[in-house]
């Protein structure tokens, strides 16, 4: 028979299931663990934690996950590939290695650690040398807002990973590299695929899209058949099964809750998608409308067919850059007339801004319980509701104003509408807002400075 | 469809909810949010795509998007759709409660849609309900 690689998925994101890791290595054979941490967003909060603490800046949730399993990823040769290393993958790695010598692994743990994405000192060299760094979806250029920037990290594909595992590293541990290519780079390495074999890349690259939001292709978030979806409560994160030809199964360790099924998989497929012909990453350009999936066997689904196309020569960045503030609070209105009371609350609460003066970019009101997430759509507000929840955010660019807004919510209690509670809570947080601005650089300014080191507990 | 001489016409149209007849997952990219509609069998594709233009969806989200794109899957049985500047600037600037557009899967659902009666019947809970 020939080689079948096992990739399991233990993290779709940072705040993901911690049992999930543990129960992926306990729960069956598996070759590697994929923890995937990093999101636009939470980019931008790490960025944050590192700025107020120069030791912090990774997942720090990944450090006991890693304690929990490391006897057992030790004793069974399982390996494991995270970007939990964020904004900052040398904390992250130390604080790994600390957590092996405490367990009596010292000398038997090789952390590959995976730096040189982040490039907010060369900014501006990058600039001077001509890569504009333009907001992708904007056009605008960097020099809008070069002053507020907090940091900058281009994405890295699968190749430092590929480095590290040759380098004998036992868990590699990186910043910004890419979700897909923390599964991409096993693949390459387990099954010797050329890193210019575009339909491998691709199908590689796919495997890690669907395994990289975790149970989100295993019966979580399911909307088909929701309700025949059984045992949640021990959802069984996905695991991928390829072989050296790009084919490869979808599966889970038996036992486990959830389902794996085409219409799990294609709704993990189509989520986040732009233009299915063109998933671009640093490896490749998956074609998605080449993928072809077929159920093989309970919780097994076969997927083949799947075609590529070289990489680009740029790299994507995620540029975090400060925009202001924003604060968000709530109030629950009950029946009778629930909608209504909600509505006046909202009407006097703006009334009351305006007399002050305060100005703001954004202001958005919500009845939860109405239309907060459909809008119009939702129709018209039911009379009858057993309560309405007022939701109002505002955005400014200055500080003072969205801090007043956040002391005129709780005098409605006792000056607006009736039948009002629920703001056991206190005064909404106010919250600085820390934007997101994509952007593209030439990978040659970019790989040169890509470092593997192997560290040893 | 089109009734034309010596080709059959399909009997009248009943119009069927979405909610029926898919089903699908959003999420973000920055301000825009995508809908993958997913047919819940093959055979309903076609008549998905046809249906279901970027128009249409224009039309249904108007006042809560700027512009709709599509792009097909019939590998999937599936569309896609980008919903531009529907999620208040998104991430972390977005005041929404679904600031990454994990809903509007949903919203899309809501959409009616002409099937042949048969389609209805099959794949509506109520057949007799009046659409």
Known sequence: MSKVVRVAAGQGFWGD???APFRQVKGGPIDYLMMDYLAEVTMSILQKQRSRDPAAGYARDFVPAMERILPDIAAKGIRVTSNAGGMNPRGCADAVLAAARRLGLGGKIRVGLVTGDDILDRLDELLARGQELRDMDTGRPLSDIRDRVRSANAYLGMAPVVEALRGGADIVITGRVTDTGLTLGPLVH???WRPDAWDRIAAGTVAGHIIECGAQSSGGNLLKDWRKVRGLERVGFPIVEASA??????TKHPGTGGVVSVASVTEQLVYEMGDPKSYITPDGIADFTSIRLTQVGKDRVRVSGITGAPRTPMLKVSIAYFYGYKAVGALVYAWPDAHAKAKEADRVLRARLADLGLEFEQMVTEFVGADATHGRLAGPPDPAAPEVQLRVGVRARDKASVERFTRELAPLVLTGPPSVTGFAGGRPQVEEIVAYWPALVDRLEIEPGVRVEILTA | MRGKKGKRVDPRPVLVSLRWLTHARSGDKGNTANVGLIALEPDLYPLLA????????????RG????????ELPNLHALNFLLHDALDGGGTISLKTDAQGKVYSTALLRMEIPVPPAVARRFRPRPRARA
């Open chain 1, 245 to 250: 030809d790009g084919t490869f199964v979808v």
């Open chain 1, 17 to 19: 299931w911690l049992e």
């Open chain 1, 190 to 192: 387990e099954l010797g």
């Open chain 2, 64 to 71: 809560m998007v700027s512009r709709v794109e599509r792009f």
């Open chain 2, 50 to 61: 046809r249906a279901v233009t970027a128009a249409r969806v224009a039309r249904h989200f």
